[in-house]
């Protein structure tokens, strides 16, 4: 098991009842993906998205671990957003590692769990460099929130 601490992000709204309401708690997590031939690509925080079906990442990150051609795939899918009324993204997925470490001053290999899986690369960059979603994180660990506590845990499902 491991334990992050939500990052606290300014988002004053109108109506807030209380103070708490005026930010967001985002779920981020130290991760990098490395390719079939070993190259890895060090992302300094990928969202965990409870609502995504998929893990998805900006299309940059495909060229720094060696992918010539992002689109070069047979795993092509059409996303929606919240809703899911109409396609507002192309995603071309990849079979990469996902590592995440357990603790975010210590990247180390050898610190963290890795997990083979699908990765959909974005035709259009969304927000953050990438979500991690349902698919390929969530199905392979328990999630845990505390927003009280202002942190979050996960847990491998596999270990």
């Keep these: 098991m491991a334990r992050y601490i939500y990052t606290k992000v300014s988002a004053p709204i109108q109506d807030a009842k209380t103070p708490e309401h005026n930010f967001k708690f985002h779920p981020l997590v130290p991760v990098s993906l490395i390719s079939t031939n070993g190259q890895e690509v060090h992302i300094r925080e990928a969202y965990i ?21 992002f689109r070069a795939t047979e795993g092509v899918r059409q996303m929606c957003g919240i809703g899911g009324k109409k396609p507002e993204n192309i995603a071309y997925f990849h079979s990469l ?7 975010t ?27 991690l979603g349902v698919y390929g994180f969530l199905d392979q660990f328990v ?8 942190c979050f845990e996960i847990e491998p499902v596999f270990e």
């Design 105 to 131: 001053k210590n990247r180390r290999l050898d610190n963290a769990w890795q997990i083979n899986t699908r990765i959909g690369f974005l035709e259009k960059p969304i927000g953050f460099a990438g979500i």
């Design 143 to 150: 999630f845990k929130t505390n927003i009280p506590g202002g």
């Design 97 to 103: 590692k996902l590592v995440v470490y357990k603790d």
């Design 49 to 69: 998205d409870t609502g995504a079906q998929n893990c998805l990442f900006n299309n940059d990150i495909a060229s720094r671990l060696g992918i010539k051609d």
